[in-house]
């Protein structure tokens, strides 16, 4: 059950947003994060076991923190509390993943050049989802009420998701991309990693700029579903942000584990919507029955558990 007790000193924010900033630092100079190469399957899946590590290392540690300073019970609530927040962004973030392929098969972009992409929109993720964390978290502080209107969005957005889970979006008619294309001058072709160039004296936007561009856009339509979900879970600003962002820094990495078998996973669309449809209602619940965090936590871990197994029975291969 969640505790209405808020955790986050200001040591505590300070220490976790130096360590989110060391570990970028660490991944754009010190891992080739600002080289151009292909991520191979194994890095990829080395660094997600990396990002899940640190993440319940911090769970574990903040566990230790609350334990010593408010009980077992407080301790064992908010850890509860991080653990299904992390699960459902870290569900929810497999989205993601399905529009960043879209996004780079549409635009052709070469394998080497999608890392520097992703690194720059996992930045610009963070930046918007702090915000809108923090601006949710006043919102629900000062008008409660505005929990039934997150949970009838993503009741919404789930039963919309189901509807138009087999429909390819279309780039083609997308306005942002007219928009763009209207509005700056781009050369024809990549120039390497390169935004931009500078030709005769003008500057000149590459075709990985507009992917930038989309990408980031993709990160704030997702933030809008996601960080009212896991408002449903807890209220506390400081477990939002947290799992939110671990969810998040894992995200690149997961991206390229995942991009080579995202057709065997085409049913876990269904899933993610269900999950959304379920702390939809879960939250506008809230104050008529509390479904327990565990509980929570169980039924989103089988829902897509169960998509899962079930997108890999029917695209076996037959023997």
Known sequence: METALHIGEPWMWAAFIAFVLVMLAVDLFLVGGNKAHKVSFREAAAWSFVWFSLAMLFNLGLWWHLRGEYGAVVAEAKSLEFLTGYLIEKALAVDNIFVFLMIFSYFAVPAEYQRRVLIYGVVGAIVMRAIMILAGAWLVKEFHWILYLFGAFLVFTGVKMLMAAEVEPDLNDNRLIKWVKGHLRMTPDYRGEKFWVVEN?????????????????????????????????????????????????????????????????????????????????????????????????GIVGLIIATFMFASLWVTRKPS
């Not at 990408?215 to 400081?238: G, N």
């Not at 820094?249 to 449809?277: E, I, Q, S, T």
């Open 201 to 297: 004296g003008v500057r000149i936007f590459t075709p990985l700029f507009l992917v930038l561009i989309m990408i980031e856009a993709s990160d704030l339509i997702f933030a809008v579903d996601s960080i009212p979900a896991i408002f449903a879970i807890t209220t506390d600003p400081f477990i939002v942000f947290t799992s939110n962002i671990f969810a998040i820094l894992g995200l690149r990495a997961m991206y390229f584990m995942l991009a080579g078998l995202a057709d065997r996973f085409h049913l876990l669309k269904y899933g993610l919507a269900m999950v959304l449809v379920f702390v939809g209602a879960k939250m506008l619940a809230v104050d008529f029955y509390k479904i327990p965090v565990g509980l929570s936590l």
